[in-house]
């Protein structure tokens, strides 16, 4: 009887764990074609596809043929793109878009996920921290993490407006592996370089606050600089990826602090981010950039002061990568989006690509 009675209880007590610890159940969509009944062959372009950005759709056709295309114009665009490459395969008419942004729409097997939660935001006057509700929603509770983003400044200050901006297409990998994406969006005439990290501070506490398990931190040019000058402050960000860091301007054209000071101003913040010594941070640089001073002296800074990091990863001035958008690109996201997301969540964190 007394046996009985514990196998009883915990049996019990397995039942009435929380949903929650099962973490970020999986979309539809990730597994499209299964539920799409496609040939084993079209998986890996299935896979590439998903991976990509907004707008972007899909066309099948008989016996397995298809068609894709991901951005390059409008949803409209995309969609007759798709189609007719398509037909191409199996002949006019014989095609229909079956995958379309985020969601299933052939017939009889729709599917679109669940949308963010209205006002889940975090905003003050001047910046936002919202869910892009280009990516799959997930949830804190369900979600491994979160990924937030941050966009750069324009050259021409508060004549660009960058709020509102897809984050680059390599964090897919992190949102179709279970990652909720959020922007880091700053009205221009108040994106100050200090100004916006302490923005970004308060808002990744208020998203531990919340039950994110894991906080990533990532940002293009001046907000891979920001996602750097969080780590002064232990327990807001679990792993950073900065590409392209900068906050100087253009060469000789550096407005306010010249470009010179900017290797100085680099130490100084990773001197500061040993508070975060058990985060792990991924930087890219690349060729042609005009917003990097020194790349030299900033690539030996970074590994000189990376080893001091639970897990760091240099991707420097790689071939074929040029100028300070390569981060932006597919083929960006094709050769280093798996390693970044193996980079914040192996065990092991991997040194290289």
Aim: glycine letters at 10%.
């Amino acid at each position: 009887m007394r046996r009985s009675s514990l196998a009883f209880f915990f049996g019990l007590l397995i039942s009435l764990l929380p949903i929650r610890l099962c973490l970020a159940q999986s979309a539809p969509i990730l597994d499209a074609a299964k539920i799409l009944g496609l040939p084993a062959s079209n998986n890996a372009d299935i896979e590439r596809f998903l991976r990509l950005n907004t707008p972007r759709a899909f066309a099948v056709g008989p016996n397995g043929t298809m068609g894709w295309q991901a951005g390059g114009g409008d949803a409209a665009f995309v969609e007759q793109r798709a189609i007719a490459s398509c037909e191409r395969r199996a002949g006019a008419g014989n095609c229909a878009v079956a995958l379309r942004d985020l969601a299933i729409v052939r017939p009889g097997r729709e599917w679109a996920p669940a949308p963010p939660p209205a006002n889940i935001g975090i905003s003050s006057m001047a910046h936002d921290t919202v869910p892009d509700n280009r990516f799959i929603w997930w949830g804190p509770q369900q979600a491994r993490g979160v990924l937030v983003f941050a966009h750069g400044r324009g050259e021409r200050g508060n004549m660009d407006d960058s709020r509102g901006s897809q984050p680059q297409s390599w964090t897919r990998h992190f949102n179709n592996g279970g990652y909720d994406v959020w922007r880091f969006d700053r009205h221009p005439n108040s994106d100050e370089t200090a100004r916006a990290a302490r923005w970004l501070r308060t808002d990744l506490a208020e998203l531990r606050r919340r039950g994110y398990r894991q906080i990533i931190v990532a940002g293009q040019s001046r907000g891979g600089w920001n996602a750097l000058m969080v780590l002064d402050q232990p327990g807001l960000a679990d792993v950073v990826i900065a590409i392209a860091a900068a906050a100087h301007g253009r060469g000789a054209d550096a407005r306010n602090d010249p470009q010179w000071q900017q290797i100085s101003q680099l130490e100084a913040i990773l001197t500061a981010a040993q508070a975060s010594s058990q985060a792990r941070v991924a930087a890219a640089n690349f060729r042609d950039d005009p917003f990097d001073a020194e790349p030299d002296r900033r690539a030996a800074l970074l590994q000189q002061y990376g080893q001091r990091f639970a897990g760091f990863l240099l991707i420097d001035r790689p071939e074929g990568l040029n100028g300070h958008s390569a981060g932006a690109s597919s083929a960006f996201n094709t050769r280093y989006g798996a390693c970044l997301l193996r980079f914040a969540t192996a065990p092991r964190p991997p040194s290289s690509c």
